[in-house]
């Protein structure tokens, strides 16, 4: 663009820089409006598994929003969360946790959540072996304890706040009340560590025994929940903050007609286990801000 200011005179140059200033403006708004819009998700499976499932819902959108509607699934939480604040992604599934470290960095908006079972929060849990006596929070000082990742809401954070609110004259659960952790990487991984001698207690999602099923029949009679922390607010639907209002506004009126589209829901709950989608507001998410806030200098976000 410069060489041609160079060539031509002022007056052209200006005609130049003033339709710049035109495609900035168009830049802009493709942005916030984009011809195709591109849906993030993050794998709880296999993640061509997650790709192929989501396709009937990114074509049902396309229908509704009338225009394509790509899904795409991302390595981590917090490549979702990257992607959208450099506008690469315009929706993303984000968990709690998530949603808050993506508003904060990006401004990255909320606009619904999850129900299941009737709720749109859940608890974490404290499990054991049901034949290990251990039946309060109380008794488990000294004990193993695991844990799927230090940026689990319900695995890590909100157990080990709950632990030193609980119990009297601890600051730090993994150091002061257990004898010993074990990061195990998944939530199912930590109630097999427990189910096999391996470690005392885990901390889950309520009620991930039900995942082990399969492998583990028993599980629910072998494994025994001994306490709950308080409530954590549901995944979110969150989009990037430049999207344009009225596009936003569709996308939400789209996910909540899914409520009336059995189809729709159950791929849903195929993917994340959902029952319905229902409206949700930033201040919801205050309670995990809260927790962040006390263990931020221990999460690193690419955990996420």
Not at 20 to 34: K, L, Q
Not at 74 to 90: D, I, K, R, Y
Not at 111 to 128: C, P, W
Request: aromatic share 8%; net charge negative.
């Amino acid at each position: 663009m410069k060489r041609y200011v160079y060539m031509f005179s002022i007056l052209t140059g200006a005609m130049l820089l003033s339709g710049c200033g035109d495609d900035d403006n168009e830049a802009a708004e493709t942005e916030g409006n984009p011809d195709e819009i591109v849906m993030g998700f993050v794998p709880t499976t296999d993640s061509d598994e997650i790709a192929s499932t989501v396709e009937p819902l990114a074509e049902r959108l396309s229908e509704i929003l009338d225009r394509p509607v790509e899904g795409t699934v991302m390595t981590s939480f917090s490549a979702l969360v990257e992607a959208m604040g450099n506008g690469q992604a315009h929706i993303g599934f984000l968990p709690a946790f998530g949603y808050v470290q993506g508003n904060e960095e990006y401004g990255i908006e909320v606009m619904l959540k999850s129900e299941r079972d009737g709720a749109d929060s859940y608890r974490a849990q404290y499990v054991v072996r049901a034949d290990s006596g251990l039946e309060t929070l109380e008794d488990l000082e000294g004990t193993q304890w695991t844990f799927p990742d230090v940026a689990s809401p319900a695995g890590y954070l909100f157990p080990a706040a709950h632990i030193g609110e609980e119990i009297d004259g601890v600051q730090d659960a993994e150091t002061e009340f257990f004898s010993g952790v074990l990061e195990a990487g998944s939530h199912d991984n930590a109630l097999i560590a427990v189910m096999e001698g391996e470690m005392d207690v885990a901390t889950t999602y309520e009620d991930a025994r039900e995942v082990m099923l399969d492998d583990y029949p028993d599980a629910m009679e072998d494994l025994t929940v001994i306490d709950y922390t308080d409530d954590i607010p549901n995944d979110t639907i969150s989009i990037m903050p430049e999207l344009d209002e009225g596009l936003a506004d569709d996308i939400k009126e789209a996910f909540l007609q899914f409520n009336e589209e059995e189809e729709m829901i159950q791929i849903m709950n195929d993917v994340y286990r959902w029952d319905a989608i229902v409206e949700a507001e930033d201040s919801d998410y205050d309670i995990v801000r809260e927790t962040y806030e006390a263990f931020r200098d221990e999460i690193d976000v690419d955990d996420l």
